[in-house]
């Protein structure tokens, strides 16, 4: 709870709180009062603020003599059409795009993609990190992962543009469905790191989700922004 020592103790708990919860699937059970007031040596008061924050965010969903469990927060949805990959829209505005710290691993996917891509737990999946760079500057930290049972092994040479396209083009793979999520975020370690920026960094996350044309869960595409990048696209309310 280094970060913010200028926040009450309760919202900075809960901001480390928020991260945890997010790395959990929809429904799972977290961590009762009692075991977060160990483990942060603060009275039951302050953590049940904290929870409390998280409540209203919908984050989190507590059941007295149950306990406490993930849960989905109840926002507007918004659906965002592109007319185009961003490494064509970054060719289009004339910039130079390249990849960079390319990477294609077989692993075994976590809890968060199995349920994106609706596979049981433990599946491997294919993995593939990169960052685009923008005439010649780290820009946007990529990091997809596509179901192994449908995508048959690809290599670095086949690697020309972004991961759809890939999949659409090279792998003669139709999709029919794309959606987007967008997201305000803090840089991890890995994302600074790829993007020279500092940890805790604000960045914009890019969700991108595709599906067969047989309405199979596909691949799920993370793209991460520095502040200094901006984006064009369409948002059609529901």
Known sequence: ???????????????????????????????????????????????????????????????????????????????????????????RIGTTSGISDLSITLVRAPSEITDSLEIPRGTKVRKVSRVRTIDGVPAVYCVGYLRADLVPPFFKRDFKTSLSSLVRESLHLHLSVRTLECLAVKADETVAAALSIPQGTAVLELRFFCRTYRDQPLLLDVLYFTPAQSLQFELITP
Do not use: C, W
């Open 1 to 91: 709870m280094k970060n913010h020592p200028d926040l009450p103790q309760y919202l900075r708990i809960a901001d480390e709180l928020r991260v945890k919860l997010r790395k959990l699937p929809l429904g799972a059970p977290f961590e009762t009062e009692h075991a977060l007031t160990e483990a942060y040596g603060v009275s039951r008061g302050t953590i049940r603020q904290a929870l409390n924050v998280l409540e209203q965010e919908g984050l989190l969903v507590r059941s007295q003599g149950r306990g406490s469990f993930r849960s989905q927060p109840n926002v507007p949805t918004y659906r965002a059409h592109l007319s185009e990959d961003v490494a064509s829209h970054i060719r």
